[in-house]
């Protein structure tokens, strides 16, 4: 229990001041963070950034906090899967992860991977290159032997070398496109559905796509693990964002034994109210991501675009505007009554594009020219296994009537003719 108590009691302090906002009852006014830093995007971070969050990565696992995050991700699991501690739970254990690494280095930020943008093709992201966090697992064990991990020997559950095991040989399948997870934003009226809409789809996805560890609930062993978090947490951060007097606090659904969930409630094996984690740049929340900060006006805060690539994203969200008025309504309600934000369109939110921080030599980060021959051909994503369904306790209604409604927009769009940016 020390241990725990330590990873958990370390957060970011020195705030002050008090919130502004009306506080719903049983949640405490919590201090403004007196600085926040921003998470962005893994490709966003200059060489320099990239290696101090390397370092820190490595020192991390060098003094064995990697196995014990594995460890306690795993003894909590079966309650923080497939119900509404979900997001609440996973955002208060990244901020512990991170402020581990900030014991090593102050400066440290986890960045986050936006796996959508790789959607068609993960294996070729450079994100699992052997610039960053490498790739497949070679051998009969499966063994990373590439980037940050590619020495790593983990002794949780037992002593054995960091697997990946990707689910469709030396590829992985298909992954939930940037048009599904703005559809995902759009729709979400509650903290419940946006859980099942985001835990089901490219949650899993990634997991499972991935495989090895990550195919395990002690899958915080593997790094791809915590920037694959960061980027759920960035969604829902973003879907706050949009509505913030509504939705900050907003906290619904069911929990443990289908029992009603209330922030007043503990995250669970803490003492931490769920109220304490709602608000971003208050308490020891004391981040906020970079397309936040674009959406709120910050013009300098995501990497430049090049002129050449920026148009094909706004194109996307031009040709979805012109679908159907009754499939623009069933799938993008702030598209059709146009009240759209840019917090709740992934669409945008394609960057960076500039040398990739790992490798200064690396070309410019850019999104591939759509292929004419894929218009009207957007893949299904892939399901969820019976095993993993099984495995984090969810419902399986609830993953087949959200795997129902990705087909079903994926047919919606290709019957409409409409050409993915994301497709090559």
């Known amino acids: 229990m020390k241990l725990l108590n330590i990873a958990f009691g370390l957060v970011l302090l020195g705030a ?38 390397a370092n820190a990565v490595a020192a991390a696992y060098t003094d064995k906090w990697i196995d014990w ?3 306690y991700h795993n003894l909590v699991a079966s309650n923080v899967h497939g119900n509404s501690n979900f997001l609440v739970f996973h955002r208060h254990y990244i901020n512990s992860y991170e402020a581990i690494l900030r014991s090593y280095n102050p400066a440290i930020s986890i960045p986050y991977w936006n796996a959508m943008i790789d959607y068609q093709k993960p294996d070729k992201s ?8 490498g790739g497949d697992g070679t051998g009969s064990k499966n063994c990373v032997t590439t980037g940050i991990a590619g020495t790593w020997t983990l002794s949780y559950p037992k002593s054995h ?5 990707f689910n469709n040989g030396t590829t992985i399948n298909s992954w939930y496109s940037p048009e599904y997870i703005t559809s995902v934003l759009q729709k979400s009226a509650t903290y419940a559905d946006l859980r099942a809409g985001i835990e089901n789809s490219i949650h899993g996805a990634v997991h499972l796509g991935i495989g090895g560890d990550m195919d395990t609930m002690h899958s915080p ?10 980027n759920i947490d960035r969604l829902y951060a973003q ?9 900050t606090y907003m906290y619904d659904g069911t929990g443990v034994n289908n029992a009603p969930v209330a922030i007043t409630d503990f995250i669970r094996g803490t003492s931490t109210p769920v109220s304490a984690v709602m608000r971003l740049g208050y308490g020891d929340m004391c981040y906020t991501y970079d397309t936040i900060k674009a959406a709120n006006g910050d013009a300098s805060a995501l990497v430049k675009r090049q002129s050449k690539c920026i148009a094909r994203p706004n194109q996307a969200t031009e040709q ?16 059709a009554n146009g009240a759209a934000s840019p917090l709740e369109n992934e669409m945008l939110s394609l960057h960076p594009l500039q040398p990739m921080g790992a490798d200064p ?42 795997e129902q409604a990705a087909c079903d927009m994926v047919d919606a769009l290709n019957k409409a003719n409409y050409l993915s940016p994301y497709l090559f």
Not at 17 to 25: D, E, K, R, Y
Not at 221 to 230: A, C
Not at 371 to 393: V, Y
Request: aromatic content about 10%; charged content about 20%; overall charge positive.
């Open 161 to 165: 070398c960091l697997c990946r095991n």
């Open 239 to 247: 879907w706050q964002a949009v509505k913030p007097d509504s939705r």
């Open 221 to 230: 062993s593997d790094p791809v693990f915590f920037l694959h978090h960061v």
């Open 69 to 71: 995050f594995g460890f």
């Open 126 to 133: 450079a994100v699992l290159g052997s610039s960053y966090l």
């Open 320 to 335: 979805i505007k012109q679908l159907p008025p009754k499939v623009l309504e069933k799938f993008y309600p702030s598209f």
């Open 16 to 53: 002050r001041g008090t919130a502004g906002q009306t506080l719903p009852p049983g949640a405490a006014a919590l201090p403004a963070c007196a600085q926040i830093t921003v998470r962005k995007e893994v490709r966003s971070l200059n060489p320099t950034e990239w290696q101090a969050y």
């Open 361 to 402: 030599r690396a070309p410019l980060f850019k999104i591939p020219a759509p292929s004419e021959r894929m218009r009207g051909k957007m893949p299904h994503p892939s399901k969820l296994s019976d095993e993993w369904i099984k495995m984090q306790g969810t419902s399986v209604a609830e993953v087949k009537a959200m």
